[in-house]
């Protein structure tokens, strides 16, 4: 059974730093690009972050740029995301996917990804 499991939410103040985790089993995950979306209540899921197979290169939404780091371990099949200066508009939960394909580029669409975590609450507090 092919599991991505979210982990390291929780409650934070603004300003302060949280690091997410998503730990792959059931299959190898280390040739899809993985990637970290969100969504606040009443929200449409936002992109926050992707990193390619290889970890070669990177993608960021704008509300997230130079505060936020996604990293891989592909021998540990997991994927990070350390997110920093934390605001309260990043509140919201957190879910990590998977997109087939050993791309060069990483896809920032959420509808192009095959496999989902069930997601894992971050809130900031002002």
């Known amino acids: 059974q092919v599991q991505l499991v979210e982990s390291g939410g929780g409650l934070v103040q603004a300003g302060g730093s949280l690091r997410l985790s998503c730990a792959a089993s059931g299959r190898t995950f280390s040739s899809d690009t993985m990637g970290w979306f969100r969504q606040a209540p009443g929200k449409e899921r936002e992109f926050v972050a992707a990193?390619?197979?290889?970890?070669?290169?990177?993608a960021y939404g704008d509300s997230v740029k130079g505060r936020f780091t996604i990293s891989r371990d592909n021998a540990k099949n997991t994927v990070y995301l350390q997110m920093n200066s934390l605001k309260p508009e990043d509140t919201g939960v957190y879910s990590c996917?998977?997109?087939?394909?050993?791309?060069?580029?990483?896809?920032?669409?959420?509808?192009?990804?095959?496999?989902w975590g069930q997601g894992t609450q971050v809130t900031v507090s002002s």
């Open positions: 996917a998977a997109a087939h394909g050993r791309t060069r580029t990483p896809t920032t669409s959420w509808y192009e990804y095959q496999f």
């Open positions: 990193i390619t197979w290889s970890g070669g290169s990177t």
